[in-house]
């Protein structure tokens, strides 16, 4: 009797997945994540945030890397409005060099996103916390303990916690949210090809070929998390192209929501695409006066869309 065929054929992201291994730490990442959703389920409302970009190691012993841009202001100011509307979010953000050794070496306690070059602090910095917070804002214990943040590198450091939060929400807290602010590496170097050390120079210019990353949009929706609502981000350069591209990705994914931005003018203004429609929103010369932030404007409507049982989400003048 013939052996049936083995196994089905594996999709591309579950061979990203078996050939780039976890980084280190990750399972204690993953039991951070699970039992802040256990802490927070029936309590609050949860919100995944990711920001900043990922880089691509051109070695694996790393001295070069191809990084994607980001300064990370979206998503931490995001973070900062979804505490706010009363959210605990976990803060998926990439590690900068500009932040103090103490935050980047202590992945998993509960920190506050920190903005404009300020350094970021603990619980037990309260004072220096302050600092770090818009004007007008309370600081409070309880908002601090809603807040889970973890970092990440590189592409595969963020794809692995991307995988492990979703799945993790999916299970525990499947109304969640998902909001995906990071900007993500299309492109890689696949384990079997990269160099081991430190590329030399002698050998005249340096030719790299870079292959496609899996999206990885489409198993988060259909496999990881499929009751989650997620609302990703595009961004564009060339203003011709953002609708269609936001469009695109929305019936490719069938996600809820794309929050597409242009690199120019994205600290002004954003374009929220649907199923169904596509709606502008800009921050008038009033509100730039004020110094009111768009992510305001975001969250405040993506927390309407996301629980519209609640009715409007906590409008602009009760929170300052
Ligand atoms: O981090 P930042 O505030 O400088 O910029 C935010 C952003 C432009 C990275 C974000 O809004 C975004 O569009 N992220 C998705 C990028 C992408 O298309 O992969």
């Known amino acids: 009797m013939a052996l049936k065929a083995s196994t089905r054929a594996m999709e591309e992201w579950e061979e990203y997945f078996a050939q780039n291994p976890a980084p280190p730490g990750h399972s204690h990442h993953c039991g951070d994540m699970e039992a802040f959703c256990q802490r927070h389920v029936g309590h609050h409302p949860i919100a995944l945030v990711t920001s900043g970009g990922t880089t691509v190691p ?85 908002r601090l303990g809603r807040l889970l943040w973890l970092t990440f590198t590189s592409l595969s450091d963020y794809l692995w ?84 591209k936001a469009t695109a990705a929305l019936r490719k994914y069938k996600h809820d929501l794309v929050i597409g931005n242009l690199l120019q003018t994205r600290r002004d203004e954003v374009t929220l695409v649907t199923e169904r429609e596509s709606s502008l929103l800009r921050l008038t010369e009033h509100q730039k006066a004020e110094r009111i932030e768009i992510e305001r404007l975001i969250v405040e409507e993506v927390c309407s869309r996301h629980r519209p049982e609640r009715g409007h989400a906590i409008p602009l003048a009760k929170l300052c």
């Open 161 to 244: 916690l991307l995988r492990s939060a979703t799945q993790c929400l999916q299970r525990l807290a499947p109304k969640a949210l998902l909001y995906l602010a990071a900007a993500v590496s299309d492109f890689y170097i696949p384990q079997d090809e990269i160099s081991e050390h430190k590329i030399q120079s002698e050998s005249g210019p340096l030719t790299v070929r870079l292959q496609l990353v899996p999206k990885m949009l489409r198993p988060l929706v259909s496999v990881w998390g499929p009751e989650l609502y997620v609302v990703s981000f595009k961004l564009e350069t060339d203003e011709k192209k953002l609708i269609e």
């Open 58 to 142: 051109l070695e694996r012993n790393t001295v070069r890397f191809v990084d994607n841009f980001s300064a990370g202001t979206r998503g931490a100011a995001s973070t900062e409005y979804f505490l706010q509307q009363g959210y605990a979010v976990i803060f998926i953000h990439a590690t900068s060099p500009s932040l103090p050794s103490c935050v980047t070496s202590t992945p998993g306690s509960y920190w506050r996103p920190c903005r404009r070059g300020r350094a970021a602090c603990c619980s037990s910095h309260h004072n220096t916390l302050a600092r770090c917070i818009p004007s007008g804002v309370s600081t409070s214990r309880s």
